[in-house]
Every structure is written in structure tokens, then in C-alpha cells.
């Protein structure tokens, strides 16, 4: 079992405030995250969503975000309802002259319950590099191409 935080990063070939954008405002976020009923980049504001490995079986997300610095960086709780554990989901940007670079961690996957296959580190490592690499970025290539 690892205690280290989970961290991927990606380069997407668009400015900045795109990105932030696609994390913060709701609209955008429905068409590439998950369909959040309300979502506010606000300290303090909490948030949930339903999903997981097997739809048959799904996990109610409790979060609160716990961290903004607009343009920068977007840090929330990420726990399951009715499931011991908390850990922090934390999305950073960089600007690499005109692209965006990103870098997701996930801390505290080992607060989880390791008995339960669905919080082993290889599937938020699976779930998350499929958001990056297909949801995200595929949204982002659609901005890219509507401009």
C-alpha cells in the first residue's frame, strides 16, 4: 500500500482560462466531469455526484471545496457516502507559453478502505487518466475547434 498521493499531468494546448473554465463552471463541467447539480469554485461550497466502477453499484461523492486561488488552483474533499475515509482532489495549472499544463493529485487514497476492491489506487489512477485523456481533453479539443 502506498501512502503517496496519486499525481498526473498533462499538456493541453489551450490557454490557461480555458482550463479553469472547464473545472469551474458548471455548464462546462456537465459535459466532461460529472452532471453536478450545482457547482461553485467557493470555499466552503460542497458538492455530490454519483459514480464509480460499476453503475449497478454506484458511490454517492461527498465533497466541499477547500482551496481556490482563481486562474491557479482548485482543491476539494473527496469522500463516499456511508464509507470511512477522506482524501483531497487537487487540480493545479501552469502556463506553458500558449497551452495549459495540469497537474491532478489525489492525496489520501489510503484513508480508504483497502479491503474494498473499488478504492484500490489502480482504479482512481485508471479513472482519473481516463478523465484527463479522454473526457477533458476531448472537451477541450471541441473548444479548440468551435473557435
Not at 482550463?19 to 461553485?40: G, S
Not at 500558449?98 to 473499488?118: I, M, S, W, Y
Request: net charge negative; aromatic share 14%; hydrophobic share 35%.
Amino acid at each position: 500500500m502506498s501512502n503517496q498521493p496519486f499525481v498526473i499531468e498533462r499538456v493541453f494546448e489551450v490557454p490557461v482560462s480555458k482550463v479553469w473554465d472547464a473545472l469551474t463552471q458548471n455548464e462546462q463541467l456537465k459535459k466532461w466531469y460529472f452532471q453536478l447539480p450545482e457547482f461553485k469554485p467557493a470555499v466552503g461550497f460542497e458538492f455530490t455526484f454519483t459514480g464509480g466502477p460499476d453503475e449497478k453499484k454506484p458511490y454517492h461523492h461527498l465533497c466541499k471545496v477547500v482551496e481556490v486561488i482563481p486562474g491557479r488552483k482548485l482543491s476539494y474533499s473527496w469522500r463516499y457516502d456511508g464509507y470511512p475515509g477522506n482524501s483531497i482532489v487537487t487540480f493545479e495549472l501552469f502556463e506553458e507559453g500558449e497551452n495549459t499544463k495540469l497537474r491532478l493529485t489525489h492525496a489520501g487514497l489510503e484513508n480508504f478502505d483497502q479491503a474494498n476492491p473499488d478504492f484500490a489506487r489502480k482504479n482512481f489512477e485508471g479513472g482519473w487518466t481516463s478523465i484527463l485523456d479522454n473526457s477533458l481533453k476531448g472537451y477541450l479539443e471541441t473548444i479548440i475547434a468551435e473557435a
